[in-house]
């Protein structure tokens, strides 16, 4: 039904940047949230950042200042730009759709990896 797909990841110098995208596809409904989250290993899946259908977003502490969320609805897609990029940022991250249905339907892509190293 709903299809979501990364891009962008690779490997980066600390201080690099990359631009990551997420495209989604299928039957869903037209107001929902779309959001960055990541994963590494051994640690819990966190919120790196989210942006509404309205254009309001929300970052994580660490991501503010450096990492920009947008979104281009005719295309049903979000990007993550990232700038200034740590060793810590290392994980994989995946694109999450919430719909504002209730109880609401979440999507999750399959994650692209983003490694920061030297």
Do not use: H
Not at 6 to 22: A, H, I, M, T, Y
């Amino acid at each position: 039904q709903v299809r979501v797909v990364e891009s962008g990841g690779g490997l980066v110098q600390p201080g690099g940047s990359l631009r990551l995208s997420c495209a989604a596809s299928g039957s869903i409904f037209r107001l929902y949230t779309m959001g960055w989250y990541r994963q590494a290993p051994g640690k819990q899946r966190e919120l790196v950042a989210e942006i509404s259908d309205g254009g309001s977003a929300i970052y994580e502490d660490s991501a503010k200042g450096r990492f920009t969320i947008s979104r281009d609805n005719g295309k049903n897609t979000v990007f993550l730009q990232m700038t200034s990029l740590k060793p810590e940022d290392t994980a994989v991250y995946l694109c999450n759709i919430r719909t504002r249905a209730v109880p609401p339907s979440y999507y999750w892509g399959q994650g692209t990896q983003v490694t920061v190293s030297s």
